[in-house]
């Protein structure tokens, strides 16, 4: 459902801006930080993405058989000799 409502650019501090009315920010979900991007000449508002803490972002590698390393292990002979593996 598309709802379209007139307001106006208003004169915040040295800046400007727009009272997004509260029936517009229930349907959107945003509640607090937003993200602001020009497309194709409209402005385009949406809700910042929560962004996934390490343990999500290893659990999703493991998952996806994405968390192998990329280059071969290779060990030289301090390695051996010195490090506790």
């Known amino acids: 459902m598309r709802t ?3 307001t106006r650019i208003v004169r915040i501090g040295n800046s400007q801006g727009i ?3 509260k029936t517009l920010l229930e349907q959107s ?3 607090t930080d937003v993200e602001i991007e020009l ?3 409209y402005l385009v508002i949406r809700a910042v993405s929560r ?6 972002a290893f659990a999703a590698m493991a998952e996806q058989k994405d968390d192998t390393l990329l280059d071969d292990v290779s060990t030289t002979e301090w390695d051996q000799a010195e490090w506790e593996w």
Request: no cysteine.
């Open 4 to 6: 379209a409502i007139k």
């Open 19 to 21: 009272r997004i009315p």
């Open 29 to 31: 979900g945003i509640s």
């Open 39 to 41: 497309q194709d000449g």
């Open 51 to 56: 962004r996934k803490s390490w343990d999500e």
